[in-house]
């Protein structure tokens, strides 16, 4: 640890000499604290922590390990049960990043942090004062208002407990709302007098609960006479010296370009949509789970944008916002040993510089407030930055700091660059509850959801079905009939349906042999997707499953975020259709029941990723049509070979059981119908329900299947998932490149008849009429099945070296019933 000594010297011994202060107590407070002056009516020495993060650049290990260790006392304190019913509280602004490194350390309980900034539309679920702060009205904004009401332990983490004012406004303010029967309170240090340590007692005897003090050190300040009106007439003498703006230490200003924007490099770290950007609006161990997981790639990123031989680097957090910066800076410096990582906090609070090394803070950067604060514009501070000797330094603010202040000629970002020679600029998105919500629109003329067993033979908790149910309309048209009108442009694919295949023995068992062989596979698959969507999608995603092949993943990775973290998901399935779009009225039931901004699509697997394009093209039509924000285009599928979303289990091309068969896997359901003599402008897409299919139907056992391997392939998942989240997995589109050669290669010319994909090439074999299959040459197990029914009717298979996928089906170009026959088979072209 880098102590508060220096070369011997004490950080606060330059104070001690002049005023008379001392620091009484346990040998570490030394070590602990520095001491600084401060302009302030109430109070003007200021004890400087060197372990917090916020006036002294200290490694972010120390930093946020201080915190994790006091949480781990407080949890030992309370005992796990106690624990999970917790909350713990942070206060605005020293103490937002050390109460939620707290939380991490009590790992079950929800984090809040009080805070200065109004946000529009949020109420206020209590408020206090901070009697010396120099800034004292604190807010409490949780998203969730019952976030404070429960009866569990009440957690309040301050950097240091000096009077006991605040815990005291604090614990008055909300026992007289919300009483409980304990609270702990914790802080770096406990520099209380013994007379303000038996006002805590008396006053926890007063409100009938118990109030246990964790600490990491102990002890008084002596203060003698005058000494506020001595601190006073110093800063006065000193702040003179030094100049109302800029810096006590004159740096060397370094060479390259000094224009506020031009020095900057943005660096994007694709935080995870809607995940909250700290704990101002309260933050769980969901979301925690959650920023884990995303973190080893986001601090990836900050890590390729240093400069090549930087060997001294600052990350400096913003305010209020200091757990992410201090996050990323933790995992920046576990990524890159190599570097000297140091973390620091601007702030409003304003200190004397005296460049000494007696004193804690040695120097000062002044800039103007950039984030519209709502007590009106003012200075703010960073200290210790001029003069550190940084080779870079990373400026993490949230958006709603992202302003033309913090750009302008004298903003934070141009007093940076006059001490380092590179500054980094990262802006985390500002977490507003319900920001990300659509507008309440009518849904009355709207059906709720069909479920099973009345529409499927699904549990009526798995999945809801935004469908009309179309079982008692013959659609039903032999396969040659509807390849040729749909190859004339007579109708389209989603007018009528194909009768359904039925299995024969011999298939049945290949089915249920591939089951058997890639259960675990598929578990890892479903994992892994499952996972990543809850680390960077949403903590609880509303899984909207494109039906039907998307239908038994989004009810696997429902049963995952069940198995793993006992969460209960809403699982809709939605109608798209190739050149016709996604069924806006189920968009419209969704917007109205839930947030879209948390719902993720789900398919089995990408092809050539033709329908990855039609949603994206249908969601922004849909937007610009109803005016509901929130849909993410990204889907999310078990396997995606063609390399066409960022958002998988796999990209390995292989046999996902549900593939081999129709709707005796799919919960008895067809695919989704779209015609206009069924469908209205206020209907859903429809479907139909295959009861009389009953005896062959295997659609909960091949979830069954597959779930009870979850367990098993549990290290597997987080290897994968670990692996996933730090990878550049930017769709390269190479499927659908692939698939516009072998269009051209064998004179096809349509990329609507080239089926990429061991999934799209049974559909094919299924429901087409097939011209040809190609096999890459050395494919095993995964296409015995495609074999037996090529065999069956009596369609070739090309073995293909360097074909990127397993196979490919190619559906019979130009198809007449003339050209292959009055039995469908494919003859030589």
Not at 139 to 160: C, N, Q, R, T
Request: glycine share 10%; proline share 7%; hydrophobic share 40%.
């Amino acid at each position: 640890m880098n102590k508060a000594v220096n070369n011997g010297v004490w950080s606060g011994s330059w104070v001690a000499q002049r005023l008379g202060v001392e620091l009484m107590g346990d040998d570490r407070l030394t070590d602990l604290l520095g001491l600084a002056l401060r302009r302030n009516p109430k109070r003007a020495h200021l004890l400087v922590s060197n372990v917090l993060g916020k006036h002294v650049p200290q490694s972010p290990s120390v930093v946020y390990g201080h915190g994790l260790a006091l949480g781990r006392r407080v949890r030992a304190l309370l005992g796990d049960d106690a624990a999970r019913e917790a909350v713990v509280l942070g206060y605005a602004e020293t103490a937002t990043g050390l109460g939620h490194s707290v939380a991490d350390g009590l790992a079950l309980a929800p984090y809040l942090h009080s805070t200065r900034r109004p946000v529009p539309g949020v109420a206020p679920a209590g408020g206090f004062e901070e009697s010396h702060s120099h800034a004292t009205s604190h807010l409490l904004l949780p998203e969730d208002p019952a976030l404070l009401a429960g009866s569990g332990p009440l957690v309040l983490v301050d950097d240091e407990f000096s009077t006991g004012n605040t815990v005291l406004n604090t614990i008055r303010d909300l026992h007289a709302r919300y009483p409980r029967e304990r609270y702990v309170v914790v802080a770096l240090v406990d520099m209380r007098s013994a007379a303000d340590a038996g006002r805590l007692d008396d006053f926890a005897a007063g409100i009938g609960a118990r109030i246990d003090l964790v600490t990491a050190a102990s002890g008084t300040v002596k203060l003698p006479d005058g000494v506020l009106e001595k601190g006073q007439a110093l800063v006065a003498e000193y702040d003179t010296q030094s100049g109302a703006r800029g810096t006590a230490r004159p740096t060397p200003t370094p060479t390259g370009p000094q224009t506020p924007d031009g020095h900057v490099t943005r660096v994007d770290l694709r935080w995870p949509p809607g995940l909250p950007d700290g704990g101002r609006h309260g933050f769980t161990p969901q979301h925690h789970m959650r920023l884990e997981r995303a973190l080893p790639p986001m601090a990836a990123r900050l890590a390729d944008a240093l400069p090549a031989g930087a060997r001294r680097v600052l990350v400096l957090g913003f305010e209020e916002l200091m757990y992410t910066p201090l996050r990323l800076a933790h995992e920046l410096e576990r990524l890159r040993p190599d570097v000297e990582i140091r973390f620091s906090t601007t702030t409003r609070s304003p200190v004397l510089a005296v460049d000494d090394p007696g004193y804690a803070i040695r120097t000062r950067l002044v800039f103007p407030a950039h984030d519209d604060p709502a007590d009106g514009p003012g200075d703010r501070y960073a200290y210790n930055v001029a003069g550190a000797g940084f080779d870079a330094v990373v400026a993490v603010v949230d958006s709603a700091a992202d302003t033309p202040a913090l750009h302008a000629p004298d903003g934070l970002l141009a007093r940076l660059a006059e001490h380092t020679p590179h500054v980094l600029l990262t802006v985390v998105p500002s977490y507003v509850p319900g920001a990300a919500k659509a507008p309440e629109r009518p849904a009355t003329m709207l059906s709720e959801p069909l479920r099973g067993p009345a529409f499927s033979s699904y549990a009526p908790d798995e999945v809801g079905w935004l469908l009309q149910d179309l079982s008692d309309v013959t659609l039903e048209a032999p396969t040659e009939e509807r390849e040729e009108a749909i190859q004339r442009g007579g109708a389209h694919y989603a007018e009528s349906l194909p009768v359904e295949y039925q299995p024969s023995e011999q298939y049945q068992r290949l089915f249920h042999a591939a089951l058997d062989t890639s259960a675990a596979r598929l578990a890892t698959a479903v994992g892994a997707v499952t996972e990543t969507v809850l680390a960077e999608r949403s903590p609880r995603p509303v899984l909207v499953s494109l039906a039907r092949a998307g239908t038994p993943v989004g009810i696997l990775m429902r049963r995952w975020a069940q198995h793993r973290h006992g969460l209960d998901l809403p699982h809709y399935a939605v109608s798209i259709v190739r050149g016709r779009g996604i069924d806006a009225n189920a968009l419209r039931w969704l917007a109205a029941h839930h947030d879209p901004a948390d719902v993720v699509f789900v398919d089995g697997w990408t092809g050539k990723g033709a329908i990855t394009r039609e949603l994206a093209a249908a969601l922004e039509e849909f937007e610009k049509a109803e005016g509901v924000t929130g849909f993410d285009p990204e889907v999310a599928v078990l396997a995606d070979p063609g390399s066409c979303v960022r958002t998988y289990g796999t990209r390995e091309d292989f046999l996902i059981p549900s593939a081999c068969l129709n709707s005796t896997v799919s919960g008895l359901i067809s695919r989704t119908v779209l015609r206009a003599d069924l469908v209205g402008p206020d209907d859903y897409h429809g479907a139909k329900f295959y009861r009389e299919l009953a005896g062959a139907d295997v659609s909960v056992a091949f979830l069954d299947a597959v779930s009870a391997r979850f367990t098993e392939v549990g290290d597997a998942v987080d290897a994968q998932v670990k692996e996933l989240l730090a990878a550049d997995r930017t769709p390269t589109w190479e499927g659908w490149a692939a698939v516009e050669r072998i269009s051209e290669e064998y004179g096809i010319h349509d990329v609507n008849l080239v089926k990429p994909g061991v999934g799209e090439t049974t559909r094919v074999l299924l429901r087409r009429v097939p011209w040809k299959i190609l096999a890459r040459a050395g494919a095993g197990a995964d296409l015995d099945h495609v074999r037996l029914l090529a065999e069956q009717r009596g369609v070739p298979v090309e073995e293909v070296a360097e074909l990127p996928y397993t196979c490919v089906g190619l559906i019979h170009p130009q198809y007449t019933r003339g050209a292959t026959g009055a039995d469908g088979k494919a003859v030589a072209v």
